[in-house]
């Protein structure tokens, strides 16, 4: 099991850019970010393949997220420019896919983080 811990959530204005990070205390071959709102389902928004280029992005934050990760500190990174109210959500930090390293299916997912807040006010 790899324990992962994330920070950089916080309060934006619409428009306006965070930076998430997710520290993993192992190697792992795949790392995503995810985010929730409470009363609804967990959705997968950027999962990358480490130590190579390959990502993958939801629809609803394609060219507005960019995920990256640096693997000398084991650190997965979430950029957010162009932030939307609709971002509003529990921002959780995932690894180790079963399957595909591609799925964005939080089930395909086994390590996870504690989460944190980000809130985007119009």
């Known amino acids: 099991e790899v324990h992962l811990v994330e920070s950089g959530g916080g309060s934006v204005q619409a428009g306006g850019s965070l930076r998430l990070s997710c520290v993993a205390s192992?190697?792992?071959?795949?790392l995503g970010w995810f985010r929730q709102v409470p009363g609804k389902e967990r959705e997968g928004i950027a999962v990358?393949?480490?130590?190579?280029?390959?990502?993958n992005y939801a629809d609803s934050v394609k060219g507005r997220f960019t995920i990256s990760e640096d693997n000398a500190k084991r650190t997965l990174y979430l950029q957010m420019n162009s932030l939307k109210p609709e971002d509003t959500a529990i921002y959780y930090c995932?690894?180790?896919?079963?399957?595909?390293?591609?799925?964005?299916?939080?089930?395909?997912?086994?390590?996870w983080g504690q989460g944190t807040q980000v809130i985007v006010s119009s």
């Open positions: 995932a690894a180790n896919s079963r399957g595909s390293w591609r799925s964005l299916r939080p089930e395909d997912w086994a390590d």
């Open positions: 990358k393949y480490s130590g190579s280029s390959g990502t």
């Open positions: 192992a190697y792992t071959y795949s």
